[in-house]
């Protein structure tokens, strides 16, 4: 690949595997995340096997996190082709609920981060990707991870729901006034991914609701969610711009069963 990477959110998960994945493609790395250690850990590994990988720590809620991670990526590696907007706040849980019920700090913290901090991220990130394209064929790329969330209604998460349908219309807008300097903006919206720490907290009852639901035999794993960010960052999708992939085993693509989720909220 021989690009250079920002991937948010990078210490688990969906972020680690993007990680992993693109440098096993011939990506240099920047591991962004709020809790450096983890980072740090994935990116040693990466340094391990042959690939070039640094870890930075990152507060998407302050400016001048972000200013500082694109900073350290140029002067680490000189250029930047890649922004992956992985990182999300999901600390509120089960605090975010329905509007009626809603506390407003839950609202705040969600798009000041999973919004604000995404469209910081753009900002800063979109003088260098248009450089990147200068001269070349390929221009750079930004994947923003959304979430089929955004595209249902629910008796829960509206707050992290409505910051998603929000970073889908950032991306439509980033598409629009970049395309035609040379940068593509796309998203990516998962469903319910096991990853680690899902499979640690996430309640039996919840996963078995989802798995009903799903059209595959399976739950979605990390790794499915980066060879699509790998797929919409690469040259063979040149053409592909101000899209949403949907990557949720077919979750959001059917007649939905609203009834089961309802009880489950109404026994806790």
Known sequence: MGKVAIITGAGGGIGAATALLLA??????VLADIAQAPAEAVAA??????GEALAVHLDLADELSIRAMIDATLSAFGRLDILDNNAADLSMGLRDTDV????LEVWDRSFAVNVRGTMLACKHAL?????A???REFGG???NTASNLALQGHIIQAAYSASKAAVIQLTRCIA???GKRGVRCNAVLPGLTLSPTALEKLPPRLREIVEAETLTPYLGRPEDLAHAVAYLASDEARYVTGQCLVVDGGTSSHVPGIAPFRAMVAEI
């Open 24 to 29: 096993e493609r011939g990506a240099r790395v």
């Open 45 to 50: 590994r990466i340094n391990a096997g042959g």
């Open 100 to 103: 009626e019920t809603m506390d």
């Open 127 to 131: 003088p260098h990707l248009v450089k």
């Open 133 to 135: 394209g200068e001269g």
């Open 141 to 143: 790329a930004i994947i």
């Open 176 to 178: 629009a006034s970049h």
